[in-house]
Structures are given as C-alpha cells and as structure tokens.
Nanobody, 120 residues
Framework: QVQLQESGPGLVKPSQTLSLTCTVS??????????WSWVRQPPGKGLEWVGA???????DHNASLKSRTSISKDDAKPAVYLQMSNLQPDDTGDYFC????????????WGQGTQVTVSS
C-alpha cells in the first residue's frame, strides 16, 4: 500500500525559505511509471500545481513559481522534497504531495497535506 506523508515547519516568516518533505512508503522513487508532484491549496481557493519530479530526476515547475521552487528526491529514504524561497503571505495554504502512476490504468494518490502559514 502506497502512503505519502508530508511534513514541514507549519509557520514560516515572510522572505524565508520553506522546506517540505514527502516521505514515501510502499513505492520506489525509481519506478519509471511514476511522477511525484507537489500541489498546494490556498485558503478558500482551488488546487494549484507547484511542480513534479520523475524517476530520472527530471523536474517540471509551475511557470509562475519556477524561479522560487526546487524539487528533489532521495531514492534511498525514499522522500521527495520541496523548497520554496522568498515566501509571502500569498503562499499560505495546504501543501500536498501526490504520485501519478501512469499505468494504464492511471492512478493518482495523495498525501494528507501539511499546512503552511506565512506570517511575521
């Protein structure tokens, strides 16, 4: 059974860098049928894709966030990481880790999410 567990600091001051960890169990990050993503949801708003990483380590980012985000992974742990710099109050929200198993059939699994509040 694949499980994703996000963890992070909870509260971050403006201009600081956010570091989140997605700890994975039940799956291998070297599985080339899977893409690992970060998605966020500001309070009262819809989901926003942040970026993703493939088994080979290739990353893709939301264009509007690309200059501030970095996604990496540690296959041995296994874990996927998100770093986002220069945080602002607009970055407040729930941050989710998700895995897309390309299949067929395609299957998407989500972690429970971790809340991030940007405030001084």
């Amino acid at each position: 059974q694949v499980q994703l567990q996000e963890s992070g600091p909870g509260l971050v001051k403006p201009s600081q860098t956010l570091s989140l960890t997605c700890t994975v169990s039940g799956a291998s990050l070297t599985d080339n049928s899977a893409h690992w993503s970060w998605v966020r949801q500001p309070p009262g708003k819809g989901l926003e894709w942040v970026g993703a990483i493939t088994s080979s380590g290739t990353t893709d980012h939301n264009a509007s966030l690309k200059s501030r985000t970095s996604i990496s992974k540690d296959d041995a742990k296994p874990a996927v990481y998100l770093q986002m710099s220069n945080l602002q109050p607009d970055d407040t929200g729930d941050y989710f880790c998700a895995v897309d198993f390309l299949g067929p059939p395609e299957t998407v699994l989500w972690g429970q999410g971790t809340q991030v509040t940007v405030s001084s």
